[in-house]
């Protein structure tokens, strides 16, 4: 029987994000909860790649629970990085490499520089790839992604000078090619979102992780590290998801809204 495993994504821990953040963010408060709620059921926190080491060496913990942070917020080391170590934790953290060079996100909101992510590292968190523009990747041109995914490498093992192992994609959205990409890159392992949980047999370059948004309580934090309340991971990638891709793209490329497209698709 396959073990859930939750890996948690989180984005901004703030009191005050920006309205376009707001829904993925959490308050300094929820997330000491969350923290709270992690340790009292015993988990121990790992980042994505000790992650992968210990499923591919059957030495994984009784009870593993994961960490994640997108975009790379400053938030991330200024409000969440003190809960956690004061608590023991680590975490991983999948930095845009676009929003790094300028410290601004797309909306003016300050992000990791380069300094800040060396910190970050310096403590034991482990620093990953995020894109460098945070385009929807299975949607844009091969060469396009391809060219996403290496620059952000690059760069990050630059401002790091060690291995950058770990990649998520950007929107939690992904392809075979782009996951071939990933691969190509450099990167051993990789993560989407698909609100369910990881396991032993998960694809690991297609990890599944547990959104966190501003509504999301301790109860039910406290359910899934408990395995309650999501779904496995599903072995290949569901339909729905496939013709997502296409509504994305086809929109994309056409300026028409998804809806006008394939009406009839649920998703």
């Known amino acids: ?18 309205e376009w953040i707001a829904p993925f963010t959490v308050t300094p408060e929820q997330f000491a909860s969350h923290l709270g709620a992690i340790a009292d059921a015993g988990y121990t ?6 992650f992968v080491d210990a499923l591919r060496a059957g030495m994984l913990p009784e009870r593993a629970a994961l960490v994640t942070f997108d975009d790379g917020f400053a938030d991330t080391r200024d409000t969440a990085l003190p809960q956690l170590v004061e608590r023991g934790m680590t975490c991983t953290v999948y930095v845009t490499t676009a929003f790094m060079q300028s ?3 797309p909306q003016g909101d300050a992000m990791l520089d380069v300094e800040a992510i060396r910190e970050l590292a310096s403590t034991g968190v482990e620093i ?14 091969d060469a396009r992604a391809r060219s996403e995914i290496f620059i952000c490498k690059a760069l990050l093992e630059e401002a790091l000078t060690t291995p950058v192992r770990s990649f998520a994609y950007p929107h939690g959205y992904s392809s075979v090619r782009v996951r071939l990409a990933v691969r190509q890159a450099g990167f ?10 990881s396991h032993e047999m ?11 948004r501003n509504t999301t309580s301790t109860a039910h934090v406290g359910a899934w590290v408990e395995g309650l309340g999501a779904r ?6 569901p339909a729905r998801t496939r013709a997502w891709r296409i ?3 086809f929109g994309r490329i056409s300026g028409l809204s998804p809806e006008s497209v394939l009406p009839k698709i649920r998703i």
């Open 128 to 141: 990953g790839g995020h894109s460098h523009t945070h385009p929807q990747l299975d949607t844009v041109t």
């Open 1 to 18: 029987m396959l073990r859930p495993i939750p890996i948690f994504v989180y984005h901004s821990v703030s009191r005050d994000p920006a």
């Open 45 to 50: 926190t790992l980042t994505v790649s000790s």
């Open 202 to 212: 998960d694809d690991v370059l297609r990890l599944s992780r547990l959104m966190i």
């Open 232 to 237: 496995l991971a599903p072995a290949r990638e």
């Open 188 to 197: 051993d392992s990789a993560c989407a979102v698909g609100n369910a949980f």
């Open 247 to 249: 509504y994305r793209r």
């Open 103 to 105: 410290a601004k996100g």
